[in-house]
């Protein structure tokens, strides 16, 4: 192919060399043939993300021109470029791939036909298609033949941007131009860039539609009773949401109309590491042939991966599609959730294990999403410290926070929902000296809220921070459920309350500094 420097994207798809839509073992064997992974003993293939092992946050941009300028909630999160620095890189983007092996992957984003979002993935290497394949929700061969995109990916993870004449702040980018209805990814080989870049459109474009967007799990019961699992990493949110007996929707992300919710995604992306056979049998399983394990470490003889070794990262993750599961609804589609429940880990040991929420604290802890950070997880980090990242999901929200509580609120009151705040995190005291809630505890907790027991009993309100702990509940010690009750010194607890109410409150002001309709909200 030789060098056009007025190349576009639809003239680069008609290249000899643009392998569209090929099937999973096709795909496999030509990034084994490649050289860009490798097999491990049960068939999964193997790879590596090199440099960067994570996302990059901080080299992500949303295009700012008339119909984002004022929409977009503009800041450290959702920073902005240029159209001109835009359209130069996009430029250099397509003359770098005019040269290469293509591959291309059509398909969608959201169960619900309503709401669905038709994407096309362009990708330079091959498992990162394989990827995409899997993540996103494969159409029908009759779905294929009418597809038409609405939003497309562009990733060329071996082109580097030059931050003077691209407007970056390194060589990485990952960009989404509305306009242009694009999303522009390179200098990494992250691929699960690709995934929360589709979730951030989904995230910007359904609100419009009175469709609430949630970084979320999902499940159902037998009686179709339907329930959601909120909560930063380190929560419970995967172990709490693989129930046995209950169906998976999804692991991560959601849509909730008026016809019920459904599921962004085709697949899951779990973390890796430490994973066995007994605590989380679901995803090692579904670690076979068709899912990608990335930046594992396996035996060069035997292709065993040591799921313990983190030589490389802590984010070792597998991409699986989601009917590697066994109990799953495909598709991702379900009614109205009966209970939500926000998961959090307070380290400071003051929080209720469970407490019912009013409408008004759910849409309060929602725009909070706290948890804890503990010490020795982070250099400097002595001891817990308050963690909040708004409605759980802050990097992956390009509109205002108020946009998405005003939904949830009003989802809440028209489908009578019932919230939990479950505190997964320690009892007895703060980390170092109180313990971890036991599991046991925590399941029994959540079994008998999502089986509607809770509401036999009656609520107390918690004197600092309002929440209502109910007095009762099976299979949990009375004493446990008031987490006050567990303190040796009772003085100690009011203390480490107080200081905690006091880092929600300077959080809320600082969210309604930055989100004016926030303040004009009753909590």
Same mark, same amino acid.
């Given at each position: 192919?030789g060098?056009?420097?007025?190349?576009?994207?639809?003239?680069?798809?008609?290249n000899?060399?643009?392998y569209?839509n090929?099937?999973?073992p096709?795909l496999?064997?030509?990034?084994i043939k490649?050289?860009?992974?490798?097999?491990?003993n049960?068939?999964?293939?193997?790879?590596?993300t090199?440099k960067?092992?994570?996302?990059?946050?901080?080299?992500?941009?949303?295009v700012?021109e008339?119909?984002?300028?004022?929409?977009?909630?503009w800041?450290?999160?959702?920073?902005?470029?240029?159209?001109?620095?835009?359209e130069a890189l996009?430029?250099?983007?397509?003359?770098y791939l005019n040269?290469k092996?293509?591959?291309?992957?059509?398909g969608f984003?959201?169960?619900?036909?309503?709401?669905?979002?038709p994407?096309t993935?362009v990708?330079?290497?091959?498992?990162?298609?394989?990827?995409?394949?899997?993540l996103?929700i494969?159409?029908a061969?009759?779905?294929?033949?009418h597809?038409k995109?609405?939003?497309t990916?562009?990733?060329?993870?071996?082109?580097?941007?030059?931050?003077e004449?691209?407007?970056?702040?390194?060589?990485?980018?990952?960009?989404?131009?509305y306009?242009?209805?694009m999303?522009?990814?390179?200098?990494?080989?992250?691929?699960g860039?690709?995934?929360?870049?589709?979730?951030s459109?989904?995230?910007?474009?359904?609100?419009?539609?009175?469709?609430?967007?949630?970084?979320?799990?999902?499940?159902?019961?037998?009686?179709?009773?339907?329930a959601?699992?909120?909560?930063?990493s380190?929560?419970g949110?995967?172990?709490?949401?693989?129930?046995?007996?209950?169906y998976l929707?999804?692991d991560?992300?959601?849509?909730w109309?008026?016809?019920?919710i459904?599921?962004?995604?085709?697949?899951?992306?779990?973390?890796?590491?430490?994973?066995?056979?007994?605590t989380?049998?679901?995803?090692?399983?579904?670690v076979r042939f068709?899912?990608i394990?990335?930046?594992a470490?396996?035996?060069?003889?035997t292709? %065993?991966?040591d799921y313990?070794?983190? =030589?490389? #990262?802590?984010?070792?993750r597998v *991409?699986?599609?989601?009917?590697h599961? !066994?109990?799953?609804?495909?598709?991702?589609?379900?009614g109205?959730p009966?209970?939500?429940?926000?998961l959090t880990?307070?380290a400071f040991?003051?929080?209720p294990p469970?407490?019912?929420?009013t409408k008004?604290?759910?849409?309060?802890?929602?725009?909070s999403?706290y948890?804890?950070?503990?010490?020795g997880?982070?250099r400097?980090?002595?001891?817990?410290?308050?963690?909040?990242?708004?409605?759980f999901?802050?990097?992956?929200?390009?509109?205002?926070?108020s946009?998405?509580?005003?939904?949830?609120?009003e989802?809440?009151?028209?489908?009578?929902?019932?919230?939990?705040?479950?505190?997964?995190?320690?009892?007895?005291?703060?980390?170092? %000296?109180?313990k971890?809630?036991?599991? =046991?505890? #925590?399941r029994?907790?959540?079994? *008998?809220?999502?089986?509607?027991?809770? !509401?036999k009993?009656?609520f107390?309100?918690d004197?600092?921070?309002?929440?209502?702990?109910?007095?009762?509940?099976?299979?949990?010690?009375?004493?446990?459920?008031?987490p006050r009750?567990?303190?040796?010194?009772k003085?100690?607890y009011?203390?480490q309350?107080k200081?905690?109410?006091?880092?929600?409150?300077?959080?809320?002001?600082k969210?309604?500094?930055?989100d004016?309709?926030?303040?004009?909200?009753k909590?």
């Open positions: 192919m060098k056009n420097s007025n190349i576009s994207l639809e003239k680069l798809l008609t000899t060399e643009v569209r090929l099937s999973v096709q496999v064997e030509v990034a490649r050289g860009e992974g490798k097999l491990t049960t068939g999964a293939l193997r790879v590596s090199g960067y092992t994570g996302r990059s946050p901080k080299d992500k941009y949303i700012k008339p119909t984002t300028e004022q929409k977009i909630a800041g450290a999160v959702n920073q902005s470029i240029e159209e001109e620095k835009f996009f430029a250099d983007v397509l003359q040269e092996q293509l591959f291309v992957f059509d984003a959201g169960a619900d036909d309503l709401y669905c979002l994407i993935v990708n330079e290497y091959a498992w990162h298609n394989l990827f995409a394949h899997q996103f494969r159409p061969d009759e779905e294929l033949k597809h995109a609405q939003f990916v562009v990733y060329a993870p071996g082109f580097q941007a030059k931050p004449k691209h407007g970056t702040k390194t060589e990485t980018f990952i960009i989404v131009n306009k242009k209805k999303v522009l990814i390179g200098g990494t080989e992250y691929a860039e690709m995934k929360k870049s589709i979730f459109v989904m995230n910007t474009i359904l609100p419009d539609n009175d469709v609430l967007p949630m970084h979320c799990s999902a499940n159902i019961g037998e009686n179709n009773d339907v959601l699992f909120f909560g930063l380190g929560t949110k995967t172990t709490l949401s693989a129930d046995p007996n209950r929707i999804g991560d992300e959601h849509g109309c008026d016809a019920g459904f599921n962004f995604e085709g697949g899951c992306y779990a973390k890796a590491i430490h994973l066995s056979m007994e989380e049998p679901e995803i090692y399983k579904s068709g899912a394990l990335e930046n470490i396996i035996n060069d003889k292709r %065993v991966p313990d070794d983190n =030589s490389l #990262t802590e984010n070792t *991409a699986y599609p989601i009917n599961i !066994d109990n799953v609804i495909i598709p991702g589609l379900a109205h009966n209970v939500i429940i926000f880990a307070d040991g003051v929080l469970i407490s019912k929420l008004e604290q759910a849409m309060y802890h929602f725009l999403g948890t804890s950070k503990l010490a997880t982070e400097g980090v002595t001891k817990p410290q308050a963690t909040f990242s708004t409605c999901g802050a990097p992956f929200l390009p509109l205002y926070p946009v998405y509580a005003k939904l949830l609120g989802n809440i009151d028209k489908y009578n929902t019932t919230v939990y705040l479950v505190n997964t995190g320690w009892t007895g005291g703060p980390y170092g %000296v109180g971890r809630m036991k599991l =046991s505890f #925590t029994a907790m959540i079994t *008998a809220a999502l089986k509607g027991e809770l !509401d009993f009656a107390n309100p004197p600092i921070f309002g929440l209502l702990i109910p007095e009762f509940c099976p299979g949990v010690p009375r004493d446990v459920l008031n009750n567990t303190w040796p010194n003085e100690d009011d203390k309350a200081d905690l109410a006091d880092r929600f409150n300077k959080n809320f002001e969210l309604e500094s930055n004016p309709t926030i303040k004009s909200m909590f």
